[in-house]
């Protein structure tokens, strides 16, 4: 089968930093992917790991380990606007991408 | 990035009547697109792969028949929730990918959004 665990919510507070966890089981792995989506919006890619290691953009960064076939995305300096879902993402090759949970992030003041 | 439009952004039917969604990507062409469907605090689901000129792949539980895919050109696919139900009420959202973009296997671009509602 195929999925991706991720926890379900973090809290947070302005300004500080975190992570968001992901496991996953897929059967054909090309990489990982991380989307950030609002209430009633789309979502919106953020970052993708295709090797191990850390990919930075930004206030935002992004690590596989695919011997571990786990990944995170790491938020810093957060901001009340990063209050949203944030899903990660399996490619599995055929362009065809399966979607975790998501993680509601709770920015407080 | 590229972008992808939806249209309607809303639509409210009554039960036994059908829905289009218009999926257009806007500055590229794109061979593949995607749909998912996404229930309130829920994840994605994909349900087809729509796929130019041909016929769209559907996942295991998505009723092809009622789930009517057509992607007559390299910008615009259509999903049309045929003979709808208030249990087809859900947020259904496209995407795509830019095959002239480096990296183009890893990154979809989204539209919008249709948020249905049958009555």
Redesign the interface.
């Known amino acids: 089968g195929q999925s991706l665990e991720q926890p379900s919510e973090v809290t947070a507070v302005e300004g500080a930093i975190v992570q968001i966890n992901c496991t996953y089981q897929t059967s054909g792995f090309y990489g990982l992917s991380w989307y950030q989506q609002h209430d009633g919006g789309a979502p919106t890619f953020l970052s993708y790991n295709a090797l191990d290691g850390l990919e930075e953009t930004g206030r935002f960064s992004s690590f596989l380990s695919r011997s571990d076939s786990y990944g995170y995305l790491l938020l810093q300096e957060l901001q009340m606007k990063d209050s949203a879902s944030y899903f990660c993402a399996s490619n599995t090759g055929g362009f065809k991408t399966i979607f975790g949970a998501g993680t509601r992030l709770f920015v407080k003041a | 990035?590229a972008v992808v439009s939806q249209h309607p952004s809303w639509v409210i039917c009554k039960s036994g009547t059908s829905v289009k969604i218009e999926c257009r990507s806007l500055d590229f062409q794109a061979t593949?697109m995607?749909w998912y469907r996404q229930f309130p605090?829920?994840?994605?689901?994909?349900m087809a792969?729509s796929n130019e000129g041909s016929k769209a792949t559907y996942e295991q539980g998505v009723e092809k028949d009622k789930f009517l895919i057509n992607h007559a050109s390299l910008t615009l696919s259509t999903l049309t929730v045929t003979s709808a139900h208030p249990e087809d009420s859900s947020f259904y959202?496209c995407s795509a990918?830019d095959p002239g973009l480096a990296?183009a296997?890893?990154?979809?671009?989204?539209?919008?959004?249709t948020r249905l509602t049958v009555l």
């Not at chain 2, 296997?105 to 959004?113: E, L």
């Open positions: 990035g593949t995607f605090k829920q994840s994605l689901m994909l792969t959202i990918r990296g296997a890893d990154t979809q671009y989204f539209g919008p959004g």
